[in-house]
């Protein structure tokens, strides 16, 4: 398996950097686009028919020895997707990070669509809890920030962690609940389970009762 | 963490024959393999593309029980990265690399399947050693 020390040695060689640069482009997109393409559960000719190509063309895409994918084909395949893909030059130390950190999950995208509901529904989450007024029982506001982390724990965070440290910081700033408990169990464990019907009734919308 | 292992196999006179291989081919050829076992480590299933497009095949004739991973580098040619796949240790060991020639048919080096047979009959039977493909 190549490590950071390993691939950095081999970087000092500047004819190996040159290869390594080129080497890599041809192989880790298709890797990546495979990689997205069966997390969606789709067939290549699924992704065709999204990216306005033909399955051919995907199947090529995804092979690592063919060697010719264009920019062309990889917006097209990138707005099958509903992703963007942007090419940069960055130092060495960049795409050695790039190379090791690798894996079929690093390389795993959400859509534009995916990002934007779950940017959606954490605001409304983190509405709901604003909104709570301050003289709320403990256990309302603790159900509340636990359906956030529970959020969390759902993957909805996971292709976004600008939202994920938000919800972490929220829990930081409260101090209220331990990581990772689900918003059901947190509910069935705290005293809103044996609370009145009247106490219930504040629980807020989309709290399970 | 990666889904498989690869070990370079060091026969009982010290030498590893897969990092003799690397040490002897051109640049492009090396990063190429280095990223074809990079990308292998990281792929969980190695069977879910199409067979024709399989980076790996397990010889069942001459050479049974080698696994070869194809690697084609433009301009330089067809590899065959050759070890042992254990699928059930999500391993795979080296014993060595070649290319494919047509005219006339053949490997660079020569015997390059052969030698790799050995190999692996020589670590089955206890002699040797691995350590981390590095």
Redesign the interface.
Known sequence: VITFSSTWSKLRSKKYREAFVFQAFRRIIPFQISAMRRKRGWSQQDLAAQANLTQGVISRAEDPDYGNLTVNTICRIAAGFDVAFIGKFVPFSELDRWITNLSEESGIVPSFQEENKALAESERMRALFVQQPTDQPFWDRRVVLAMIIDRDSEAQYQHNPPERERALSSQIQLELVPQRLSGIDAYRNSPANNASISQRSRLPEGVAK | M?YW??YDYITDQHRCPILDWWGLQ???V???F??????L????DWE???SS?R?HRVLTKQHAGICEL?????GFGKYRALGLWRPHRRDFVFFGACRKRMKPFGTVPPHAFERAYGLMRQFQEGKGDIR???
Do not use: G
């Not at chain 2, 480590?41 to 969980?44: A, I, L, R, V």
């Not at chain 2, 194809?70 to 433009?74: A, L, M």
């Open positions: 990666p292992w690869f051109d640049a492009y090396q990063a190429a280095d990223l074809l076992v990079k990308t480590s990281e792929t969980e879910a593309v199409e497009k980076k194809v690697f084609e580098v433009k981390d493909h590095v």
